[in-house]
């Protein structure tokens, strides 16, 4: 039985608590003649919680420690020479146990030894799964029967559910600002290791890219060199172009669809122009390095003017089609929900359509249109897989989109791909590369909601 079966069990087992919990209340209320304090659905809610939170504790313990029990427990049954391998080599034999324990066929060649240890290890998770949904079915079960005897018409379940969610709420953010916490300081503690071995001042102000380090002391040709203004060049420069094509496009539509548009026109167009933003980045690649590429390299052969057909030019203006619906769709919602007492204001005054659009509507909205653009800029920085297709991999300082580029997100990639070991410059510069990105992200967000709230226009 796996995890998922398990997964769904309980979801329907709670789904049927809830009915059932509904169902019991309105019944003893039609008994009794008596209204209940709260809803039917909080009380169905407060046992489907009751047995909910309890089952999904022990699941997610359980899942957590299973793993680690089952080794143990399979290392004190494997012959005995193997168990006094050194600690690295018995997590690979486990590791090899584990892989067989997957395959549906044993390979003829393997060790007998491993198959049987695989086939043990197979029945002590069945096992394990079986006690898993034997203990969940008994503790659900149980607390039902406990539920249902202590639900009473005068019990006041809205409070305590509605306190069991903002609970839940809370640890749910709680949960939110942990992750991200652990993200920043785990990049900031690889970062500083990097800087250790590499100057601060040679990665944010070298001009030459050039991870590759010497595995050996005496290889040479490979000592490493992490200068990163040509990635960060690289990355604004793509950046800059993607920003040039869909912050107009995509503000100008918004701005059609929402003021002139009639209803038809914008039930058609919307979401036709939101379909941009549901096909997979790989094929804006693949269309870009196949078709816009050679296109632009054959347009400026025919004008003498050298287009690569990996370049910065090509994968801005494949990538700023893309962000297109992000900056549209945020922008029409804002400029919909400026209130219409607004426009009627300006047309009593006189005002144009044109004009209200240009001077209330659009600096009404302004707050929500930045908001927009930042979420199209970081966007377009995070993107990978259009500049490994149609910018290339080539760390070169130019400011000229004609040429070949590459950005933070694809070195960061390009660092950490295969087998790598983490005491290297290499592999660490990864960490340096995504570190400066995040603070430089952040620069630009605290910047943005310093200019709005400046420059935004505040309506009653």
Not at 149 to 172: M, T
Not at 263 to 285: D, Q, S, W
Not at 288 to 303: C, H, K, S, V, W
Not at 381 to 392: K, L, P, R, S, W
Request: aromatic share 8%; glycine share 8%; charged share 15%.
């Amino acid at each position: 039985m796996s995890p998922l079966i398990l997964i769904a069990f309980l979801l329907v087992f709670l789904v049927l608590t809830y009915q059932f919990g509904r169902f019991h209340i309105l019944r003893k209320a039609g008994l009794q003649k008596k209204k209940p304090h709260s809803l039917p659905g909080y009380y169905g809610t407060y046992i489907a919680l009751f047995c909910g939170i309890p089952s999904l504790c022990i699941f997610g313990l359980w899942i957590g420690l299973e793993p680690h029990i089952v080794e143990v427990l399979l290392l004190n049954e494997i012959p005995s020479d193997l168990k006094i391998l050194p600690p690295g080599e018995l997590n690979l034999l486990l590791n090899e146990i584990k892989n067989i324990a997957q395959k549906s066929e044993y390979v003829s060649n393997t060790n007998p030894v491993l198959i049987s240890a695989a086939e043990r290890y197979n029945d002590l998770h069945k096992i394990s799964m079986i006690a898993l949904a034997i203990l969940i079915t008994a503790l659900c079960v149980g607390i039902l029967a406990f539920a249902f005897n202590k639900i009473q018409l005068d019990l006041k379940a809205r409070p305590i559910v509605e306190k069991c969610i903002q609970f839940i709420l809370v640890i749910a953010s709680i949960i939110a600002i942990i992750t991200t916490i652990g993200i920043v300081l785990s990049l900031l503690f690889e970062s500083i290791r990097f800087f250790n071995i590499v100057s601060p001042f040679e990665f944010l102000f070298g001009i030459t890219w050039s991870p590759q380090t010497a595995l050996r002391d005496d290889q040479v040709g490979a000592s490493g060199t992490f200068g990163a203004i040509p990635i960060f060049a690289g990355t604004l420069l793509i950046t800059l172009i993607a920003m040039v094509v869909s912050v107009p496009v995509g503000l100008l539509s918004a701005t059609y669809m929402a003021e002139y548009a009639s209803p038809k026109v914008r039930a058609v167009v919307k979401p036709l122009l939101e379909i941009l933003a549901g096909i997979p980045t790989v094929v804006y690649g693949f269309f870009a390095a196949l078709t816009i590429g050679p296109a632009f390299r054959g347009f400026g052969e025919q004008i003498g003017i050298g287009i690569a057909s990996e370049s910065a030019l090509v994968a801005g203006l494949v990538m700023g089609v893309m962000i297109i619906p992000f900056v549209s769709s945020l922008s029409d919602d804002v400029i919909n929900a400026v209130p219409q007492s607004l426009r009627d204001g300006a047309y009593a005054l006189g005002a144009t359509k044109s004009e209200t659009v240009r001077q209330v509507v659009l600096p009404a909205a302004l707050h929500g249109i930045v908001g927009a653009v930042l979420l199209a800029i970081s966007r377009a920085i995070g993107e990978t897989m259009i500049v490994v297709m149609a910018a290339g991999l080539a760390a070169n300082l130019t400011a000229n989109p004609f040429e070949a580029v590459t950005t933070v997100t694809v070195q960061i990639v390009t660092l950490l791909v295969g087998d790598q070991e983490f005491d290297s410059a290499k592999t660490l510069a990864a960490f340096a590369l995504g570190l400066v990105l995040f603070l430089v992200t952040l620069a630009l967000n605290v910047l943005a909601l310093i200019a709005v709230r400046r420059y935004r226009e505040e309506y009653e």
